[in-house]
């Protein structure tokens, strides 16, 4: 099984790394971007079947170190 998790900044937390891919978008003359959020992906290969235990043993990972909480949200996606 595979687990892919996405994270990104919350809502109103500063994204410079976006605000400077924008920049350099609208530099190029990509004019309809209005915004850009800049994110990571996370891939990992679990070796179980186990749908519940994966989504709880990754959803633990994403709390206790993939993802800073404070600022950062996650979505998993099992697959």
């Known amino acids: 099984m595979k687990a892919i998790i ?3 900044l919350k809502a ?9 891919v924008h920049h ?4 190029l ?4 971007v209005s915004d850009v959020r800049v994110g990571k ?3 990992l290969k679990l070796d179980t079947d186990n749908k519940t235990e994966a989504m ?3 959803t633990k990972m994403c ?3 993939l993802a800073n909480t ?6 998993i996606e099992l697959v």
Do not use: P, R
């Open 70 to 75: 404070v600022i950062e949200d996650y979505e």
């Open 56 to 58: 709880a043993d990754v």
């Open 29 to 32: 003359h990509f004019k309809d």
């Open 6 to 8: 996405n994270v990104s």
């Open 12 to 20: 109103g937390v500063l994204d410079s790394q976006g605000k400077a």
């Open 24 to 27: 350099a978008l609208d530099s």
């Open 41 to 43: 992906q996370i891939i």
């Open 63 to 65: 709390e206790e170190l």
